[in-house]
């Protein structure tokens, strides 16, 4: 599998962090100016994946935990997504259903260190394509980020795991 170690001069790459369900738009840019030369730099868009949004309900409040601007450390939290949503709790011999409401709050860590360039502006519903956060890193911060993994072994990953809280449940026929 691509991992961020070995990404070599393509211009755009889509990773995934595993552990915490982030889907990682890579896009390759310049940066530098001057005299010097210009040193490799990546726009990092990151979001929510399928799996990832199953973890979650409705998202109530979204905090940011860094600043526009800011130098980001591999690790930090980023945003906290508050979130709130209904599962089913108990059924009955009637097929009665009951539910519980439940709630919490998910932290999104950067996966490697760099600035932060955007924030998603929290307007309308959280689906698979939002960008969250918008970070700039360079070559280095992107090697040594740890558990970014490509496609494929992050389906893999997802099948072997087990399913997010809000995921379609399978009846249980007896």
């Keep these: 599998p691509t991992t961020a170690g070995t990404i070599g001069s393509r211009m755009q790459q889509r990773l995934y962090a595993a552990s915490s369900h982030l889907w990682l738009q890579l896009t390759r840019s310049a940066k530098g100016g001057g005299l010097a030369p210009a040193r490799a730099a990546w726009t990092a868009r990151m ?21 526009h601007g800011a130098a980001v450390r591999a690790g930090e939290v980023l945003v906290e997504l508050e979130w709130e949503g209904y599962t089913i709790s108990d059924a009955d ?24 360039v955007a924030m998603w502006d929290a307007s309308g519903r959280i689906s698979t394509d ?34 997010g809280l809000f995921a379609p449940k399978e009846p249980e026929w007896s």
């Excluded at 969250?132 to 997802?158: F, K, S, T």
């Design 47 to 67: 979001g929510l994946t399928p799996r990832g949004l199953d973890d979650i309900g409705e998202v109530v409040q979204v905090s940011p935990r860094v600043l």
């Design 93 to 116: 011999e009637l097929y009665h259903t009951k539910w519980a409401s439940v709630q919490g709050v998910k932290s999104l860590h950067s996966p490697f260190g760099g600035t932060l």
């Design 130 to 163: 939002t960008c969250l956060v918008e970070m700039c890193i360079d070559r280095p911060a992107l090697q040594q980020a740890a558990g970014l993994v490509d496609e494929e072994a992050y389906l893999e990953h997802v099948r072997r795991g087990p399913t």
